[in-house]
C-alpha cells in the first residue's frame, strides 16, 4: 500500500478485531498477494460529519467521486471513490445515515450525542481515525437506537474508522474463486454473514462478495462491560462489464445485506 491513510485504518482495524489480521496472515501463509478491494467508513448525514466531509481527506490524496447509491429501507446514502493513477488504490466506500427519515426520540438521542462535543472534534482532518469521540457509550441508548437502525447503533459505539477491509480475490492465485475463499474461511473456523446467502451477486452483475461476521468484542458503557459487534472483513470478486474493464462500482442490492454484517447478535 503506497497510501499511509491506509497502514493507519489497517492498525485501528486489526488492534480492534484481530481476527481480521489473522484471516489475512492465512492468505499470506498459502503464498497469497492481499490486496484490498475496497475499505468502508459510515456516518451520519449530519453537515459536520456527512459524506463530504469524510470524503475531504480521500479527494486530498487525489481520489475522484465515482458511483452513488440509495439503500431506502436502510435510510443510507452512499458514494464511493477510486483513485485514477495509484495501483491498487482501494476504492472507498463512505454510507450516511439520514436521520430525519427516523423517529423525533431516535433524532433527539443521536443530536444530543452529536452536540455533545465541539465542531472542532469534526473539523479534525483525521476525523476518518478518531472512532467514537463521543465518550462512554450508554447501552440503553445503543439498544434504544437498535429498534430503527442497527447501523445506527453501531455508528454510536464505534464512530469514524474503516468498519471493513476487503480482500480482492481477483489478486489471488489458488483462491480464485468465491467459492473457495469461502470454504477456505469457515474450515478456518469462521463464521459467514449468510442473510440472503453465503454469496452475495452474480459473476452477470460482475460481482460477487461475501464477509465474515463482525467480530464480537468486550466494550465498556456507562452501564457496565457489554459484548457487541465490532467489525468485518470482506472478499469480494469482480468480472468484466460490457465494455471488456473489470466492473469498479458497487451493486446497491449485495451491499444492502453485507450491512447486516455488523448486526448485534448474543453469542
Ligand atoms: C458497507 C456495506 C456495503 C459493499 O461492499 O457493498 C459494502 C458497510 O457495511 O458499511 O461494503
Ligand atoms: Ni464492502
Not at 98 to 108: C, N
Not at 211 to 239: D, H, K, N, Q, W
Request: charged share 25%; aromatic share 14%.
Amino acid at each position: 500500500m503506497q497510501l499511509d491513510v491506509f497502514n493507519t485504518l489497517w492498525k485501528n482495524y486489526t488492534l480492534q478485531n484481530p481476527s481480521a489480521q489473522a484471516v489475512h496472515d492465512l492468505f499470506t501463509q498459502e503464498g497469497e498477494q492481499v490486496i484490498n478491494d475496497h475499505i468502508a467508513f459510515r456516518t451520519f448525514d449530519d453537515p459536520r460529519m456527512n459524506i463530504a466531509v469524510l470524503s475531504k481527506k480521500f479527494i486530498k490524496l487525489g481520489y475522484v467521486p465515482k458511483g452513488e447509491y440509495k439503500f431506502e429501507d436502510k435510510h443510507l446514502n452512499a458514494i464511493h471513490l477510486e483513485h485514477p493513477t495509484i495501483e491498487n488504490a482501494p476504492r472507498v466506500f463512505i454510507s450516511e445515515l439520514i436521520l430525519s427519515e427516523f423517529s423525533e426520540e431516535f433524532q433527539k438521542t443521536v443530536k444530543r450525542r452529536l452536540n455533545s462535543v465541539g465542531n472542532a472534534y469534526y473539523a479534525d482532518p483525521d476525523l476518518i481515525y478518531k472512532g467514537s469521540v463521543w465518550g462512554k457509550p450508554s447501552y440503553a441508548d445503543y439498544q434504544f437506537l437498535r429498534k430503527e437502525s442497527e447501523y445506527a447503533a453501531w455508528l454510536y459505539i464505534h464512530g469514524f474508522r474503516a468498519n471493513h477491509f476487503t480482500v480482492s480475490i481477483n489478486a489471488l492465485k489458488r483462491y480464485n474463486t468465491i467459492e473457495k475463499v469461502n470454504q477456505f474461511i469457515k474450515d478456518k473456523g469462521y463464521e459467514m454473514n449468510t442473510t440472503g446467502g453465503e454469496i452475495k451477486g452474480t459473476p452477470e452483475k460482475f460481482l460477487q462478495q461475501s464477509s465474515t461476521l463482525a467480530e464480537m468484542i468486550e466494550m465498556e458503557f456507562e452501564e457496565g462491560i457489554y459484548e457487541v459487534p465490532a467489525c468485518f472483513y470482506e472478499f469480494a470478486i469482480r468480472y468484466p462489464d460490457e465494455s471488456g474493464q473489470l466492473f469498479s462500482g458497487f451493486i446497491a442490492a449485495n451491499a444492502n445485506k453485507i450491512f447486516d454484517s455488523t448486526n448485534f447478535r448474543t453469542v
